[in-house]
């Protein structure tokens, strides 16, 4: 991980995930497992259940308390820590909101006309009736990175965009008021499967509110339904490549070998000089099978966890307090910066 511009700043983690459905094997590639690996390299790491950016289309509230719960479950089945990491639900940690608000007022319209996330989601659908949330969501998600002055962010590639655009807050907060406050935080994209595709087309990413159930692999999918899935995933007639380069044009066939690779601990590379020559026909129960062995644990022990949700709401409670003690202080200090009389007696 890089210092640069944050030689200031002590290192520190932070990333999120949103309640908005069951977690796929796209936020696991791409995001738990590697929150899960980063708790182990020294730094402070804290990580969030979103659940304030769920709300930005509506949600059932008592299937986002069951998501919410769920969530955190899938953290600690993948192997999360609460005493290594802090884990927490963002609506806890009233200072996410505040700093959100700030900088509503400080990003312009047309950065977050730019988003490409805010054109997805609002593709072939009137985006007048799109809510004013789902419009400033980066905006709440730089408070989030940078209410606790985090460095280094863990994400996919579907995030990078506003991560950069949280640089850009950052970075015209500190200019407006002449400041050195906020770190200009770096985006983490690193592994083999940084955009798991759709696996009913290779162009759309692997997402957990997609309507279509067959394009993602759930978390709490039993092996007979991963395998069926997988199966009937799509791919083409062409044989399995020898280089990494020949799955160009091939979307789906390189995510297929790309959540091979991923899932194994091993390079696109290593993944062809196995399979080069053989059909998809003969790489997908293979494929079925490693992903049957990773998620089956982790899957059992979710299902574990969620039978004590009282146990999973005391975590996230200890985790929002841990959170709170690190966000207020430097909430306090922007109010400050920003000119906000804040004494009370
Ligand atoms: N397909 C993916 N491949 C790799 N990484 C992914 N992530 C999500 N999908 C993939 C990473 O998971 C983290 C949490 O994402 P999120 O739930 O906050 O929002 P999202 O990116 O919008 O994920 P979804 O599944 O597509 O949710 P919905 O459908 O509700 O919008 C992020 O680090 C993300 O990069």
Same mark, same amino acid.
């Given at each position: 991980m890089t210092e640069g511009a944050n030689a200031k700043f002590q290192k520190r983690v932070f990333s999120g995930i949103q309640p908005s459905g069951g977690l796929t094997l796209g936020n696991y590639l791409g995001a738990i497992k590697r929150f899960v690996e980063m708790q182990d390299t020294g730094i402070e790491t804290v990580y969030c259940v979103v659940d304030m950016h769920a709300i930005t289309v509506w949600q059932d509230p008592e299937a986002l308390r069951r998501q919410t719960r769920e969530l955190a479950a899938g953290y600690f089945a993948a192997g999360l820590n609460p005493e290594k990491s802090i884990l927490f639900n *963002?609506? *806890?940690?009233?200072a996410h909101a505040e700093l959100g608000w700030v900088f509503n007022c400080v990003a312009r319209m047309g950065w977050m006309n730019r988003m490409t996330q805010w054109k997805d989601k609002t593709a072939g659908k009137?985006? +007048? #009736? @799109?809510s004013l949330g789902l419009f400033a969501y980066p905006s709440l998600m730089a408070a989030d990175i940078l209410v606790y002055h985090a460095t280094h962010v863990p994400v996919g590639e579907d995030q990078k965009q506003h991560v950069e655009l949280t640089r850009d807050i950052a970075a015209k907060f500190n200019h407006d008021y002449g400041v050195d406050f906020f770190p200009i935080t770096e985006p983490v994209i690193e592994g083999a499967a940084t955009r798991v595709m759709s696996l009913r087309d290779g162009t759309k990413k692997m997402s #957990? &509110? !997609?309507? &279509? !159930? /067959?394009?993602r692999i759930n978390l709490t999918d039993d092996a007979d339904t991963i395998a069926k899935k997988i199966k009937k995933a799509k791919t083409d007639a062409e044989p399995m490549p !020898?280089?990494? +380069? /020949?799955? @160009? %044009?091939?979307p789906e066939a390189k995510n297929l070998v790309s959540i091979y690779a991923a899932l194994a601990g091993q390079t696109v590379e290593q993944v062809l000089a196995d399979y @080069? %020559? *053989? %059909?998809f026909g003969s790489f997908k129960p293979k494929l079925a099978d490693l992903a049957v062995e990773t998620l089956a644990p982790i899957s059992t022990e979710m299902g574990r966890l969620m039978q004590d949700p009282a146990e999973i709401d005391r975590i996230l409670g200890l985790g929002a307090d841990r959170a709170d003690a690190i966000a207020r202080p430097i909430m306090e200090r922007t109010y400050e910066i920003l000119g906000m009389v804040r004494s009370r007696h």
């Open positions: *963002q609506s *806890q940690v009233s009137d985006a +007048e #009736k @799109a #957990k &509110s !997609d309507p &279509s !159930d /067959m394009s !020898d280089l990494p +380069e /020949m799955l @160009a %044009g091939r @080069a %020559g *053989q %059909g």
